[in-house]
């Protein structure tokens, strides 16, 4: 029996631990690596990603897409994909961070090659080992043509509602984390600038001990993600602008993230940072970026 | 013995309480009525506070002058003080939620006519009965002149740095606890919109479960008062701009309440509000009234 192809772009952080457990369940996985990073290679290949020659290639070869990549990069890839598809038509499933218009807009580009879209959002981390890993919430017609992904050990979850259902609920819900983790960052930074840290953190220890808990926990981290999230922020404001509702905070937590990725701690990878163990170092490290500092 | 005389302006909530603690501690407490609603006569009458006919006897009679009123009015009832003071020398006392900057203001307005002022920020709720009461943080020159006040029982708590260290406390204090309550609401009534609000809880139940009931306990006390956090969240967006962090967030977070006050909830009171009994409640109520909806 021919082993079925899946194809997987891009193969960073997620898009390389869903190939590996589809490669684990003995799916062919591949991917286009044409100009992709030395990292990028690396964790396919110690994935078990199988590197194919350019997107026609690609199309030719998989029955499934993945789609799992910046939010800034999903609509342009949908087309170059569409335009390099040719007479092929495999099944185009976008897993990105992207507003539901976004979505849709993919859907139409895909539609008009005749290339069906199933709209999708991941929540949660990287499926590593035992572990479940992320929900996969997917939306639009023919959604049992992910069967195979589910058997293979993904935890893919059905909605209602059609294309943008799913990408409508990850902003929701990537608005929340992503949100509260840059309130954090602009109070901590500020009250580092205005000179009442110490007070500040005296005063949460007290009264909102699980917000010191989770800044200590999530804002070194976050740092390495923030240039990813910028694009993220701005797909979310689009999409409380699309329903009525301001897009400023959104667009306000894309400047927070634009800002930190410019300083050393955004510069800094998820494998190799280490200048700042806590939000104290955190918000001391920023503080002393801020331009109003920097004029001093 | 004369009893001392401090005015408390004015007797909302967290005014009367305050007023009611000191009454209790022997101060005489004074305000002044004129104009004011009939619920904050009651609440003055309640509390034993004494009503007097204007500012120019309030600030005759008093030795202290605690300032407690939403933010956008701060600065103009100083001003006000000021020119009705004549030879009266109060200790003024601002405890609004106010940007440092504002906070300069108001000192240089009252220090223009020989009028002492101390910087204050509160944190936490009004007391009652034998509760502690919220962490009164002060700084300023003369922060001695406050001993009759923590004497009294209050918890009052002073800072280094300066007339603007305990008003930029508060602001950044505030932006955590009123910007995650904003961020709860946008992400539930966004969802409510685009019809995935039964998916966004059952993905928040099972990964984030603190914000599930952290938006059940807040959101529907929340939108009673947020016609008075409109301007103190126009304070904060100001605080964190003059420090060289983007205003755009605290700008939305202002639109956000400035939405839920012109809703049926925003137009309950405390006291009589009955329309929503948890954050469903309260994303349905307002999804109803998003302008995108109205429109259809």
Redo the contacts between chains.
């Keep these: 029996m021919t082993q079925a192809t899946i194809a997987v772009v891009a193969p960073g952080d997620m898009g390389s631990a869903i190939g590996h457990r589809l490669v684990g369940a003995g799916w062919r996985v591949i991917t286009d690596l044409t100009d992709r990073s030395p990292r990028s290679r690396q964790l396919a290949a110690t994935a078990g990603i199988i590197a194919v020659d350019g997107l026609a290639t690609l199309a030719g070869e998989a029955e499934i897409v993945l789609s799992v990549m910046p939010p800034a990069s999903a609509l342009a890839f949908a087309r170059r994909l569409a335009a390099a598809a040719g007479a092929a038509r495999p099944l185009f499933v976008d897993l990105n961070a992207i507003a ?1 218009a976004t979505a849709q807009d993919i859907a139409a580009a895909l539609g008009a090659r005749g290339i069906d879209m199933i709209d999708g959002g991941i ?2 981390g990287p499926p590593r080992g035992a572990d479940a890993g992320p ?1 996969i ?1 997917v939306a639009g017609y023919g959604l049992a043509r992910l069967d195979g992904l589910r058997d293979a050990g993904l935890d893919i979850r059905s ?3 059609g294309i ?2 799913a990408s ?2 990850k ?3 990537a ?3 992503k ?2 983790t ?3 960052i ?6 580092r ?4 840290a110490e ?2 953190h005296a ?2 220890s ?3 001990n ?2 010191v808990a989770r800044a200590d926990a999530w804002l070194p981290q976050s740092c390495p993600k923030a240039y990813r999230w910028v694009g993220e922020m701005e797909e979310i404001a689009d ?2 602008a ?12 894309a ?2 993230y634009r ?1 930190v990725e410019a300083t050393p701690l955004g510069r800094e990878t998820p494998e190799t940072r280490g200048l700042a163990q806590d939000a104290g170092d955190v918000s001391s490290i920023l503080a002393a970026a ?4 920097k004029s001093d």
Aim: aromatic content about 10%.
């Design positions: 539901p929540i949660g929900r919430y909605m209602d509602g943008g259902a409508g609920l902003m929701c819900y608005s929340l984390t949100g509260i840059a309130l954090q602009e109070a901590l930074v500020a009250a600038a205005l000179g009442c007070d500040l005063e949460l007290f009264s909102q699980a917000l999409t409380f699309a329903v009525g509702l301001t897009p400023d905070i959104f667009r306000g937590v400047d927070i800002f801020l331009p109003a500092a």
